[in-house]
């Protein structure tokens, strides 16, 4: 049986996290059952100083988690609909976290799942789990018995063009090889998914 990431794994630098998430799965044992999905896209954030994460506003009610242990789990509200799972890392007191962002189904995921907000959906995941310890029994992440390495590459994040210099930081790793990496395009995910078409997977490192 896979064992669960330990608190080791998360207590450790927030970049080497954010790009050995990349292959592990993610459990959910929630309303729809087990739903696990492989982690294909993470971004990386490092506050207080990194302008682009939630802690650089210092220690509030929303981020308080982030600045708890490492391994758990730090679940929020963007544009007042979506949820977004972040992963606790570093040392306790430093508020850093990594963002999951994209995910390949693997079992009981039904809808879609690449991007933040939607494999939260996809999986249930809102923010009466915000705080979960990721070593219990509801949300945790595992090295899957049948691992599969990713090929790794790296940009910038999305969507902090307000962080000035801080947002040309390449502190998102993803997949090359995956057709859930957020920013394939529809197009091209089509066609990696199509049965017959496979092979369009190993082309997918444009971005």
Known sequence: MPAKLSRDFYARETLLVARDLLGMHLIHAG?????????????????????????????????????????????????????????????????????????????????????????????????????????????????PTRYRPPKIGRATRIGVDYAGDWAQKPWRFFDKDSPYVSTVSAAVRKRALAPDQGAVRAKLARK
């Open 31 to 143: 309303p729809e059952g087990e739903q696990v999905g492989r982690i294909v896209e993470t971004e990386a954030y490092k506050g207080p100083h990194d302008l682009a994460a939630h802690s650089s506003r210092g220690r509030t009610k929303r981020t308080e988690v982030m600045f708890g242990p490492p391994g758990h789990a730090y679940v929020y509200l963007i544009y007042g609909f979506w949820n977004c799972l972040n992963i606790v890392t570093a040392a306790h007191g430093t508020p850093h976290a990594v963002l999951l962002r994209g995910l390949e189904p693997v079992k009981g995921i039904s809808t879609t799942s690449h991007g933040p907000g939607l494999l939260c959906r996809a999986l249930h995941i809102d923010r009466g789990l915000n705080g979960a310890d990721l070593l219990g029994d509801t949300l945790w992440l595992e090295q």
